[in-house]
């Protein structure tokens, strides 16, 4: 691949659209109106005030449940036993009916039971 040209982006490929007007009367009206709007704006704009929630009127509230709505609390069982650990050895199959585990596509394993599933596998991956 070779070089791009400068003037070449390929992080924004969208057309922007570009503003028609049907005559030079009606581009200078539109000019006009954008500009007295924008000096409206900039001479009537107030700053919205940022109300705070002041913590003092909320520090005497608390949050209770109504009447009968009281959650028990169970206490778990300790045994004394300790926490669940990890098994010293891991998990091994120690059976004799499956031999293997094969790969039909990607990642999908498929358990083995005989010689000719294994073989039947493989013609099915090949063709």
């Known amino acids: 691949?070779?070089?791009?040209?400068?003037?070449?982006?390929?992080?924004?490929?969208?057309?922007?659209k570009k503003q028609k007007f049907k005559s030079a009367e009606e581009k200078r009206k539109h000019f006009q109106l954008e500009q007295s709007w924008n000096e409206l704006k900039r001479k009537h704009y107030v700053e919205p005030s940022k109300k705070s929630v002041s913590t003092n009127t909320l520090s005497g509230y608390k949050l209770t449940s109504p009447p009968g709505r009281e959650?028990?609390?169970?206490?778990?069982?300790?045994?004394?036993?300790?926490?669940?650990?990890?098994?010293?050895?891991?998990?091994?199959?120690?059976?004799?009916?499956?031999?293997?585990?094969?790969?039909?596509?990607?990642?999908?394993?498929?358990?083995?039971?005989?010689?000719?599933?294994?073989?039947d596998i493989s013609k099915m991956r090949r063709g």
């Open 1 to 16: 691949m070779g070089m791009m040209p400068a003037f070449f982006s390929t992080t924004n490929t969208r057309k922007r």
């Open 71 to 119: 959650s028990i609390n169970y206490p778990s069982v300790d045994t004394g036993l300790g926490n669940a650990t990890k098994p010293i050895e891991g998990k091994r199959y120690t059976g004799d009916k499956i031999i293997g585990i094969g790969t039909l596509h990607k990642s999908n394993a498929v358990p083995i039971f005989s010689d000719q599933e294994a073989k």
